[in-house]
């Protein structure tokens, strides 16, 4: 009970140290860098030491098993048996990396760091012990890795795998620190546009419960507008207790513009003779009746990881050391330095096993409530969301408003018009402030809001083009970006235009590519599914099978066939997944497929959960019973095949999204006679 | 107060009484493998084994505890470093993504396949899912779960 006195004693200086700083906070945005790994930096992830190797990853490990990966990667490039090599997670004193984002990890980080290990190895051969070593990079075919030798292309044991089964796995919620405090950050119910901040509080009963430690005003950067009234505890459990007697009044700004939560984006809403203003797609439709005309809508969804995100922060003459679960520790780490006025070599930022992010954990919210509540304390500070917090306070996937239209003549797509409304992604408001926002709206676009919307098919005349909104809740990165939701519109709508054309969906998309290896994933799950010989079963039971087919970033290439019953209640369920993926040169075709499977259930949330309930002015989802993700009574079979290549190794860890819901969708259609437009699809 | 963790008599000083034993197993004892995943008993994340029941440690109240009650968590799992069968189908099958609520998982499957009469390999399919199915996993390991669990029942 010491500590307790002697911080409530000393709360009113903490008050107005914490004040004087919150002026400094984010006057502008930190922006994430993005730098090319080379091989050189890759000499910085590997380390040798008396018959033994050291592999700092540089990525972040999330779920994706990446370390495992890049572990077989080093193995190989090493010439050395699977336990001589350690496997340890990077802090910002690496030299930077750009974030784990955008299923880039393999496709950019393979050869640099084959190249460094290949360099390591033949320094070592050569008797060399200490020192650096140079990089002597080699062409790549001569790389171990991409001659597919050693372990690649094999299943290996998990990194971690052991740790997790026995629950030694940390992630940053499970750092304890000696002395370490709990906190919490409170904000306004309010959407996180509209300016708000404390009023008044009981601090007299919060005082009164035991374990209460201190209160911490002006706390923080705000998380958009919203400022925070932070709480700090001996335990967890305290927290809550104080904020049910807290009893803070809140003041919040009245939102000046109407937003609509039913229908925050509505892509009617500019005529249909005027052009958005983001051009994907640069063909001339010619006028005419269209044979497909379709709107459909996508909610906003919360990224809904079961890790609500946390970091413990401690403060140490001056220096800040924070654990964090987060796909940029480099950003981070700017971020803290500039929120704080400190020296970026002030400020550690050690990752810890995330998890699940999905694109969520992107930006520095918790990481910063610790670091001011750590101060504010003069102890360490842990603050884990809440789950309510982390639907209320983080950014989400955004909702979008399409209109696709297709002609069809002599039973091919001839002209093809989509228009898209949609809230930022790669620009969110939760990092980009609203001038600067007008401004990449206008010269740039969004191009995670664009991401997917090109169709990969050859059709004469082809438009595609959106228009952003910013809307006063934040949207951001989501599993897939843009490739979600534009694959299932872009593989709703083709779906009708075979239907319109009296073609078979799997025949009618053939005929319109011209990518060999669209058309090889195409054809494999046609074959894996039997889908020429398939027959609906004769019962009372609405079944249906669903195709379509993507590709991701250019490089990924994926096709899914789904298998749906609508029982007579309305009840929908997917019965059975089939899908072939092609990323090229695999590493671990095991953990490829497990990305596939993973996308898969996203698919069938996206399609049958994923929805965010707001009303006009908050967020009002406060579990996974409001803002509910599939189970495993949602499980369908999945059968995953990979088609391997030597073609260079790209992502898995998306791909799936761009078709696995237009599959979903395109098979209720077959089963019931109804296009679904409006998601989630209401199921009884 | 006082309760069997792991096998062995574990002492509760009196301020964390009102804690969950969720927070109770994390930031007192340091078992950090149970998770908080939502804090209302919705998720499974934080699910130990209380007198043979799967359980969600962040509905249980420390205070309410007695010197008999005996809770399992996973890291009482391991024998004299030999994990059980549930942790060795989990490897076996490459369960884990990020990882975050297979404790959980873990947890449930062992209360499961501890319970002869629900893990009947007849009626396996409904008895996995009503063990497994409020165990949320945001990466979509279900799948594999599912088949961990069926293998582990059928090999009795
Ligand atoms: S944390 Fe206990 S059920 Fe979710
Ligand atoms: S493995 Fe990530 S939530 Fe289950």
Known sequence: MKRRSFLIGSLGTLVAFIGTGATIYGALPVIPKRPMPGTDDALGWIAHQEGRFLLTLPRIEMGQNIATALKQIACTELEVAWDKVDVAFHDSDLARVRSTVGSESIMLFAEPLAQACASLRDALRRGVRQGLVSAEPRAKEQLKTFARHGKIGRTAEIVQGREIVTGKALYASDIRRPGMLFGRVLRAPALAEYASKPLSWNAEAARAIPGFVAIVKDCGPDIGNAKGLGIIAERPGVLDRVVEVLNVVWQTEEPTTEFSSDAPVDVDRRPLEEMPSNVVLNGRPEPGPWNVDLKLSIPFAAHGAIEPRAAVAEWMHGKLTVWAGTQDVFFIRDCLADAFSVAVEAVRVQSCRVGGSFGGKTICTVEAEAATLSRAAGAPVKVQWTRAQELASAFHRPPSSHRVRARIADGQVSDWDHRQVSSHILFTSAVVPNLMQQATDAFIGDGGVARGMAVPYVFPRARAAYDLVRLPVHTGPWRGLGAGPNGLVIESAIDEAALAAGADPLAFRLAHINDSRLAAVVEAVGEMSAWETWKRPENEIKVGRGIACGIYKEVSYAAVVAEVEVAPDGRTRVREFWCAHDCGLVINPDQVKAQCEGNLMWSVGFVLHDHLPMERSRIVAETFVDAPIPRMEDTPRMNVELIESAKPPAGAGETVMACGPGAIANAIRAATGIRPTRFPVRTA | ?156
């Open chain 2, 1 to 156: 107060m006082q309760y069997v963790l792991n096998g062995a008599i574990a002492d509760v000083p009196s301020e964390w009484h009102d804690e969950s034993l969720l927070f109770v197993l994390r930031e007192y004892h340091g078992l950090v493998g149970a998770k908080f995943g939502c804090g209302v008993g919705i998720c499974g994340a934080c699910t130990v084994i209380v007198d043979g029941m799967a359980t969600r440690s962040c509905q249980v109240q420390t205070a309410e505890l007695t010197p008999t009650t005996q809770v399992l968590t996973i890291e009482g799992l391991e024998v004299n470093g030999k994990l059980h069968p549930v942790q060795e189908a989990w490897l076996a099958h490459a369960v884990p993504q990020c990882g975050y609520c297979q404790s959980g998982q873990i947890m449930s499957a062992v209360a499961l396949l501890a319970d002869g009469d629900r893990a009947d390999a007849t009626a396996s399919s409904d008895a996995i899912l009503s063990a497994m199915n409020d165990n949320l996993c945001r990466c979509g390991t279900y799948q594999r779960i599912r088949d961990a669990v069926r293998d582990l029942i059928e090999a009795g």
